[in-house]
């Protein structure tokens, strides 16, 4: 006859309460394991899966507690431990299974079966461990419901502790409930399997080795330490939500400016539900406001027109294939603003039902904007060296060989941007071969680590055999250290410049030419007069040496008068010497000199030199000279020549005038240290077209070659003065030109046309 058995219902509510606390007390635990990794998780697991098994086990063992038999009983405590380290194995099964990033079928079911193999394993060992005089009978119907009870119950546990887990913050009614109901349904099974033992009297005493009896005592020690261990691990997971709630807050704070500084915004997206979540950097860029709902109309909405199809196509083939993707396009924002955004975005999951993406959003205006810059000033950078014929190139002192060569560089060595940088071989190649060695010995190949700048010029042969002049400079970049790095530096196309200066001195030469042939010409025209000059001194010193001769020769020889003479011929003879040396002066071709000329004596020259042309003509010569005027630095022939040619025009201009015919030389300091010389005379005055007067081939004189005064002007313009002209009255014309005191002389006087 079996024992009949009644229930504690205080104890079984208390179970039942337990039951509860340890539910809750799992999803508690199963969101600390997810968020966890590394040795932290495993810690998180183990510790959980031990407060976990401890509740469920207190649970059970109350139960068994709950059911009082009418004889003693006892419980084998090394069985009832091995129960605990059942219940704490099947909490691990399922923190493990809950906490997984994916819960599949297979998995869950799977996790399903070991949990409740588990749950029920506890239940089975723990009534194992009763000690009483009795024998003890199962129900195999009632066992086996009460297994897949487990498994069903487990299966429940699991799901809710799934959907549970990322709870993070405050009690979590859901979660509640959901303690709730596993609360309930844990202790089903646990009944179940109590049903389905029965007890029947049996005269063998219980064998009581190792066991131990409960009392009151030990049963409210049992649910205080099931209370305390369950607190304390809720408590721990408190304290750890809120260090990780504060640290992901900081986070989160820090992502936040992070994406607002470098104006990124994340989103997330699932397809499925056109769910999207946007951070607040997102709905800045967009210039949605928060409380905004994001949608893909809500996007296409801000979307330029001309960027519209190509976004709308790529989200529809994102949403439907489910990979990666990224694409750029154009805002237009309701102030009429166009921002450019990159869209970057990830899969998560390529599933067809659970596809999701989580990616990022940037705003690259001012990337853009930098780049349309950038591009615009290659574009002018380009344009300026094309125009300017000026390359730039880089070579690096490491790689031993140019890495950077520009577009126009490429065209100045005529070599092809498709083929890359030449070699320095090529390079030479192209080189002029008698500049060749000229040129590696002056640049920095020789010796790079010095970091010498340099400057050279040398000639360039091209394919088509066309040669250029080519000026290279190169300037040494150096690191912190100051060890040289690269050299960096232009190739200036020069041969323009070359050619130029080559003209410039076949036109100086040309002009050197011509002067000399208007000073030939105008001697030339003064040759009766000059003759009359020579022959002055000449026939003085004749006659002279005539007069010492009859001195000497008297019977009574009278020296002191044949002296006289002599020293008369000597000078007569040193005054004819010097007309005939400024005559050769004048007539000599060389290269103009620079000295110091004092203009006054180049005056007096020149009038003691057509002093017989101004006889011819009955022209009257007055000289005005300033004393003490500041010497210049010129060429003397070349200032002869310009007061020759003003002195020379003014006599033809007087040759035909009836009446007075002066001629006035006049110099005097002038402003700015300059001093001025101006020649007047009294002739026929300048013609009516006194502009052109100064113009190569101008002239009014029937047989003139009309470069005397445009030679004058081109002379005192490179002294560095102007040379103008004026009428005079009631008759005559004035020259005047100014020259400066304190000219520095060039390194190569030239003649301007």
Partial sequence: MNLIGSYNYALVVLSVLIAMVASYAALDLAARVTAAAGSTRAVWLLGGAGAMGTGIWSMHYLGMLAFVLPIPVAYH??????????????????????????????????????????????HYIGMAAIRLPAVTQFNSVLVVLSVVLAILISLGALSIAFRFRNEKTGIGWEKLAGAVVMGSAIPVMHYTGMAAASFTPSSVPADL??????????????????????????????????????????????????????????????????????????FRIFQYDRTTTPTVELILHRVHPDDAPLVRETIERASQDGRDFEHEYRLVMPDGAVKHVDVVAHALSDQPARIEFVGAVMDVSDRKRAQEELRRSEGYLAEAQRLAHTGIWAWSVTARRSVYWSE???????????????????????????????????????????????????RLVLPDRTMKYVRSTGHPVRNISGDVLEYVGTSIDV??????????????????????????????????????????????????????????????????????????????????????????????????????VDINEVIREMVVLLRGEATRYAISVQTELAE?????????????????????????????????????????????????????????????????????????????????????????????????????????ASFYFTLPSKLQVPDKPTIPA
């Fill in 77 to 122: 405590w090394p069985t009832v431990l091995l129960s605990l380290l059942a219940a704490i194995l099947a909490s691990v099964i399922a923190l493990h299974v809950v906490s997984r990033q994916h819960m599949s079928v297979s998995r869950v079911v799977a996790g399903s079966v070991l949990m409740g193999a588990g749950i029920a394993g506890m």
């Fill in 628 to 732: 003490d005027l500041r010497q210049v630095v010129g060429d003397r022939v070349q200032l002869q020549q310009v007061m020759m040619n003003l002195m020379m025009n003014s006599a033809d201009a007087m040759k035909n005038v009836n009446g007075r015919r002066e001629l006035a030389i006049k110099s005097q300091p002038a402003d700015n240290e300059e001093l001025l010389v101006s020649v007047s005379d009294t002739g026929i005055g300048l013609p009516p077209q006194a502009d052109q007067i100064f113009k190569a081939f101008f002239t009014t004189k029937p047989h003139g070659t009309g470069m005397g005064l445009s030679i004058s002007r081109s002379i005192v313009e490179s002294h560095g003065g102007r040379l103008w002209a004026g009428s005079n009255a009631p008759r005559g």
């Fill in 495 to 596: 041969t323009d410049r070359k050619r130029a200066e080559e003209e410039r001195e076949r036109l100086r030469q040309a002009q050197e030419d011509l002067a000399h042939v208007n000073r030939v010409t105008t001697m030339g025209e003064l040759t009766a007069s000059l003759a009359h000059e020579v022959n002055q001194p000449i026939t003085a010193a004749a006659t002279d040496a005539n007069a010492c001769l009859r001195w000497l020769t008297r019977d009574d020889p009278d020296v002191e008068e044949a002296r006289a003479a002599a020293s008369r011929i000597v000078k007569d003879a040193m005054r004819a010497a010097d007309i005939i040396g400024r005559i050769r002066l004048l007539f000599t071709k060389g290269t103009p000199q620079r000295e110091l």
């Fill in 408 to 458: 126009e560089n490429y065209r100045l060595f005529a070599f092809d941007p498709e083929a890359g940088i030449p070699s320095d071989e090529a390079f030479y190649q192209r080189v002029h071969p008698e500049d060749r060695d000229r040129v590696r010995s002056e640049v920095f190949l020789e010796r790079p680590e010095e970091g010498s700048h340099f400057d050279v010029e040398f």
């Fill in 209 to 282: 080795s190792h066991a131990v009896s409960i009392s009151l005592v030990g049963t409210t020690g049992i649910a205080v330490v099931t209370f305390l261990v369950l607190g304390l691990a809720l408590l721990t997971s408190w304290v750890d939500r809120r260090f990780a709630e504060r640290k992901l807050e900081r986070s989160e704070a820090y992502l936040a400016e992070a994406q607002r500084l470098s104006h990124t915004g994340s989103f997330g997206w699932r397809p499925s539900t056109g769910e999207i979540i946007w951070s607040a950097e997102t």
